[in-house]
């Protein structure tokens, strides 16, 4: 399905997305080989998911031992609605994770995975899902009818969270972060300027790497590449 906005506020700013194919090393398990089997049938939310991580104006994350901005990773920026739809879910108990170098939080509950959420439904049994949000920021309630771009949220860090800070998105066929099969989706347009080598590199603190002929990237329809660097117009 095509999606007309952003899933997180970006104005004037960036932001790389982690997908799916993301080494388990920084996103626990990694979303495909994410199986959760509920009621006895087995299946990937997450399957065609992307973390966001809000660059600061440097461009780079901080350095896993640097002081964490009350900004770090996003935190605390708006999430917005996609389209149009009905609030399908919501929870706003789980508190956010202390900060701490990635990969350093505690083990969690695997019913608590996705920490803080809102899955809203956008028709035709397709389910925008949102995870990790802040705790006490959601702004919506089941049943809430929402319109594009309004606020659902913020940024947190709730949850199975192994990169810090960041906006978990997926589009399923449930309004259950768990018990729902992962579904394709493309965003209308948005405008990729580079992309880091490495997830590796991203946490280490390292630059992204421009495109090779350092300007601006329009794409429509479509999703952004692994570790891309991305802006929404």
Request: cysteine-free; charged content about 20%.
């Given at each position: 399905m095509s999606l007309s906005a952003a899933p997180h506020g970006q104005a004037g700013g960036i932001a790389t997305a982690i997908r799916a194919e993301a080494p388990a090393r920084f996103v626990a398990r990694g979303h495909r080989t994410a199986f959760y089997?509920?009621?006895?049938?087995?299946?990937?939310?997450?399957?065609?998911?992307?973390?966001?991580?809000?660059?600061?104006?440097?461009?780079?994350?901080?350095?896993?031992?640097?002081?964490?901005?009350?900004?770090?990773?996003?935190?605390?920026?708006?999430?917005?609605?996609?389209?149009?739809?009905?609030?399908?879910?919501?929870?706003?108990?789980?508190?956010?994770?202390?900060?701490?170098?990635?990969?350093?939080?505690?083990?969690?509950?695997?019913e608590n995975e996705s920490g803080n959420y809102v899955a809203l439904d956008l028709g035709h049994e397709r389910f925008a899902v949102y995870e990790h949000l802040q705790?006490?920021?959601?702004?919506?309630?089941?049943?809430?009818?929402?319109t594009r771009?309004?606020?659902?949220?913020?940024?947190?860090?709730?949850?199975?969270?192994?990169?810090?800070?960041?906006?978990?998105?997926?589009?399923?066929?449930?309004?259950?972060?768990?018990?729902?099969?992962?579904?394709?989706?493309?965003?209308?347009?948005f405008e990729q300027l580079g992309a880091f080598p490495s997830i590796d590199a991203l946490v280490a603190g390292d630059s992204w790497l421009p495109h090779a002929y350092r300007g601006v990237n329009p794409r429509k329809l479509e999703r952004p590449g692994p570790n891309a660097v991305v802006q929404f117009p």
């Open positions: 089997t509920v009621d006895g049938r087995a299946r990937i939310p997450a399957r065609f998911a992307i973390d966001w991580v809000r660059l600061p104006a440097s461009g780079v994350m901080e350095r896993s031992q640097a002081p964490r901005p009350a900004d770090w990773n996003g935190y605390g920026a708006e999430v917005l609605a996609v389209g149009d739809g009905i609030v399908a879910a919501a929870l706003d108990d789980i508190a956010d994770n202390a900060p701490a170098p990635a990969g350093a939080a505690a083990p969690i509950k695997i705790h006490g920021s959601i702004a919506v309630k089941a049943g809430d009818r929402v771009g309004q606020v659902v949220g913020r940024l947190g860090n709730s949850g199975s969270s192994s990169i810090g800070p960041h906006l978990h998105f997926h589009v399923s066929d449930a309004s259950s972060p768990v018990a729902a099969e992962g579904r394709p989706f493309v965003f209308e347009r």
